[in-house]
């Protein structure tokens, strides 16, 4: 099985940056993508960004594209996502999860591994 640990989270002001960090080990040969969630107070947990373990462009959703950038670095098993321009509505706790088969970056049923999240706190 696979274990993620979110860091990074805290609390910034609107406009400012954070850049979360997802640690994964143990069977991460059979990750196929990593993703990153988020839930904010009183609302369902939302896709926020996706990167293949493998390589290729990151996938984004509308509302942070252009504003966040996912990365990985397979030689120490981590992935990032870099945050800037931060808003209120950012104010969520953060998840990074891994899939280990194709299909929608955004679905999130297809997400097996869960991190135990992170808090980020956008003031305004």
């Known amino acids: 099985q696979v274990q993620l640990v979110e860091s990074g989270g805290g609390l910034v002001q609107a406009g400012g940056s954070l850049r979360l960090s997802c640690a994964a080990s143990?069977?991460?040969?059979?990750?196929?993508?990593m993703g990153w969630f988020r839930r904010a107070p009183g609302k369902e947990r939302e896709f926020v960004a996706a990167?293949?373990?493998?390589?290729?462009?990151?996938y984004y959703a509308d509302s942070v594209k252009g504003r966040f950038t996912g990365s990985r670095d397979n030689a120490k098993n981590t992935f990032y996502l870099q945050m800037n321009s931060l808003k209120p509505e950012d104010t969520a706790v953060y998840y990074c999860?891994?899939?280990?088969?194709?299909?929608?970056?955004?679905?999130?049923?297809?997400?097996?591994?869960w991190g135990q999240g992170t808090q980020v706190a956008v003031s305004s």
């Open positions: 999860a891994a899939a280990f088969s194709p299909a929608a970056f955004s679905d999130i049923t297809r997400y097996s591994a």
């Open positions: 990167i293949t373990w493998s390589g290729g462009n990151p």
């Open positions: 143990g069977r991460t040969f059979g990750i196929y993508t």
